[in-house]
C-alpha cells in the first residue's frame, strides 16, 4: 500500500504538472479500457455483466496487474441496459451478444423548431424523451411515475457500483484519482452534436442544414444553456476537466461549421475556462482542416485526436494545447511487438519535446479481439521507460490564466419542469437554506439523469 501511495503521488506529480504548464518527469500514459473488453478478458457473459456490473471485479483487478497506466485502466461503461429497459429505450439496445447498441433515432421533429427555441428544456421533456423512452407515456401516469423513479434507482445503483470497483483499484495500484467519472470532472455535448444525435439524427440534421440553417443555429443557441450546465463538474477545482466527444465537423462543410457548429463551441470552451476548468475533446475521424480553429480554444485544451498528422498537429498546436491520441489502436493487433514498441517511440519523439502531451491510442479498442494484450502491455512500459524528460519543472509553451477568458452573460433557461434557487426562494421563503439547497441538489440531480438519457 506504501508503494501505491508513492507511485499515485508520482502520478498526480507528473498530471498537475501538464495542467501548470510544466514539463513533467515523463509522459503520462493514459490507457483505459471500455467495460466490455474486460467482461471478455474475464470470460464473462456480457449480458449478465452489464446487468450486474459487480461481476467484473476480479477481471479488472487482474487487468490493472497485467496493463501499465498512469490512470485506472477499468473507464467503465455510460450503458448499463438496466434504466435502458425499463424505460422502454429506442435510443439504446441491448443485442444478443450483450453489447448495447445505438440505431439513429430521431426524437425531435422539423415542426418542434419553434418550440425548442422557444423553450427548449420544456420540449425535450414533453416531447423528445417520450418519443425516445416509450416508458414515458403520458396516458399512463402511475406507470410512468414508477417505471421513471425505478429506472432512476437502477442509475444510480450501476454507477455506484463501477466507481466502487474503479475507487480500490486507484488505491490497489495508486492511480490517479482524477477522471472522468470523479466529482471534479463533467462530461456533456457540445450543442450542434447535442441537437444532431438523439434530437434530429443525422439524417435529420443534414437536412436542416440545407433547408432551415436559421433554426439550427437558434437551436444551438437554445440548447447551449442546458447542455453547458450538463458539463459542470459538481466539485471545481484547479484541475478540473470537462469532456465532449466532437460528432459532426467532419461531416460539415467548412462554411456550415463556422456558421453553424464554431460559435456556441468556443463560447461554450470559452465559458469554462473563465471559470477555471479545461476541456477535453475528442476530436472524432479526420479535424485536420479544423486546425485553426483549434488553436483559437483557450490554452490548455486536452485535444484527444482520432487521426491526423502527428508533426502538423505538433507543430500548429502543441505550444498551446495538450495533445493526447494518434497512436493507432489497431497496430496492436496486427504488428509485431517489436514494431508497435518503435511506432511508440516514433510518436513519442514527434509528440513530447516541450511537453504538452499524454500518450494515448486513437480510440478504445470495441472487442478483446482487437487488440494484442501482449503488444499493449509492451507499448505501455516502452512509454513509461523511454518517455522521460531532462528538462522537468522547465515552463511548457503557453500558460493558461482563467483570467484570459471572460464569460458571456449566460441567461438561465426557464421550464415549469426545473426550480431554480431564486425561485425556492419566493416560494418556500419559510424553508432554511440548507433545506433550499437540497431541493435545488435534487432538481440538478433530476436535470442531470434526463440530460443524459439524451447524450
Excluded at 116 to 127: A, G, M, S, W
Excluded at 159 to 180: C, H, N, Q, V, W
Excluded at 254 to 270: G, H, N, Q, V
Amino acid at each position: 500500500m506504501e508503494d501505491a501511495k508513492v507511485l499515485q503521488q508520482e502520478r498526480i506529480s507528473i498530471y498537475h504538472d501538464i495542467y501548470d504548464d510544466r514539463v513533467p518527469k515523463r509522459v503520462p500514459v493514459n490507457i483505459n479500457l471500455p467495460f466490455e473488453v474486460i467482461a471478455q478478458f474475464g470470460g464473462l457473459d456480457l449480458r449478465q455483466a452489464h446487468w450486474n456490473p459487480a461481476m467484473l471485479e476480479e477481471a479488472v483487478d487482474r487487468i490493472c496487474e497485467l496493463v501499465y497506466s498512469d490512470v485506472c485502466v477499468f473507464m467503465g461503461s455510460f450503458r448499463y441496459p438496466s434504466f435502458y429497459h425499463i424505460l422502454k429505450s429506442q435510443s439504446f439496445k441491448m443485442a444478443s451478444n450483450g453489447y448495447i447498441q445505438h440505431p439513429e433515432v430521431s426524437g425531435m421533429y422539423p415542426e418542434d423548431y419553434d418550440y425548442l427555441i422557444k423553450n427548449p428544456y420544456d420540449c425535450l421533456v414533453e416531447r423528445v424523451i417520450p418519443r425516445l423512452y416509450k416508458a414515458f407515456n403520458p396516458d399512463d401516469p402511475i406507470g410512468f411515475a414508477l417505471n421513471f423513479a425505478k429506472s432512476l434507482l437502477a442509475y444510480k445503483e450501476d454507477f455506484t457500483l463501477s466507481a466502487e470497483i474503479r475507487k480500490k483499484m486507484i488505491d490497489k495500484y495508486g492511480y490517479y484519482p482524477e477522471g472522468l467519472f470523479s466529482e471534479n470532472c463533467g462530461f456533456t455535448e457540445t450543442p450542434f452534436d447535442f441537437l444532431a444525435d438523439q434530437l434530429r439524427g443525422f439524417k435529420g440534421i443534414s437536412r436542416d442544414i440545407r433547408k432551415m440553417p436559421g433554426k439550427v443555429a437558434a437551436a444551438c443557441e437554445a440548447l447551449y444553456p442546458l447542455v453547458f450546465k450538463k458539463g459542470l463538474p459538481k466539485k471545481i477545482s484547479k484541475y478540473s476537466q470537462v469532456f465532449l466527444p466532437l460528432h459532426m465537423p467532419p461531416f460539415l462543410r467548412e462554411e456550415d461549421f463556422a456558421k453553424l457548429y464554431w460559435p456556441t463551441f468556443k463560447r461554450m470552451l470559452d465559458e469554462y475556462a473563465s471559470m477555471g476548468i479545461r476541456c477535453t475533446i475528442f476530436c472524432e475521424h479526420d479535424w485536420m482542416r479544423h486546425l485553426d480553429y483549434l488553436y483559437e480554444l483557450p490554452t490548455d485544451t486536452t485535444l484527444w485526436f482520432e487521426y491526423g498528422n502527428p508533426k502538423l498537429i505538433k507543430e500548429k498546436l502543441g505550444k498551446k494545447h495538450i495533445i493526447t491520441g494518434l497512436y493507432p489502436i489497431m497496430n496492436l493487433k496486427t504488428k509485431t511487438k517489436k514494431e508497435c514498441v518503435e511506432e511508440a517511440k516514433r510518436y513519442v519523439d514527434i509528440l513530447a519535446p516541450g511537453g504538452k502531451y499524454i500518450f494515448n491510442f486513437d480510440k478504445s479498442p470495441l472487442l478483446l479481439s482487437d487488440i494484442k494484450l501482449e503488444n499493449l502491455c509492451a507499448v505501455a512500459e516502452t512509454v513509461r521507460d523511454y518517455a522521460v524528460y531532462t528538462n522537468p519543472g522547465e515552463v511548457a509553451g503557453m500558460v493558461f490564466k482563467k483570467e484570459d477568458y471572460k464569460a458571456s452573460a449566460l441567461k438561465n433557461f426557464e421550464s415549469r419542469y426545473y426550480i431554480s434557487r431564486e425561485e425556492y426562494e419566493k416560494l418556500y421563503p419559510e424553508l432554511s437554506d440548507f433545506a433550499r439547497g437540497k431541493l435545488e441538489r435534487l432538481d440538478d440531480e433530476m436535470f442531470d439523469y434526463l440530460m443524459f438519457l439524451l447524450l
